[in-house]
């Protein structure tokens, strides 16, 4: 469920990106690929495989989804839709290791900026709220959160970070 759970995201990304675009077949594809992973988890060898692991799942719901709707006359053909499910991986590969990346340097920035960072993507959290929480002005956090962000993202583009700079 944890596995689950944490490649979400890249899941449906790759669902996405197989031409399925509107979130209600998201969704009901998602929910099959869901169920099919906790039957089968037991089949995976190693949990570091998941994602690809769930989008090969994802590919099968989504090839039987194109064959429920084959009257349709704006389905792709095979060829067209093999393609783009090879893109759809290749990317949600990348992301999953751009989104390991930036945990990588989030435990690398100094624990007052890590700490920020994460409070300000909080669900419901507004850099007003949080601003007034730590006695800064908003305009002041927002300067430290954009600095902290440009860090992290030459972080993530470098892949490395060097140290002081936060």
Known sequence: MRALTKHERVVRAYIRGAGIARPEDVDEIMQEVSLIAWEKFDQLKNVTEFPKWACVIARYRVL???????????????????????????????????????ESCLELLPQAGRKLVMAAYEPGTSIDDLARSQGKKANALYQQLWRLRRILAKCVDDGWLKEGTA
């Open 64 to 102: 039987e989804f194109r064959r429920q709707k084959f009257r349709d006359r704006l389905v792709l053909s095979d060829k067209v839709f093999d393609l783009l499910m090879e893109e759809a991986l290749e990317e949600s590969g990348e992301r999953e290791g751009r989104l390991r990346q930036l």
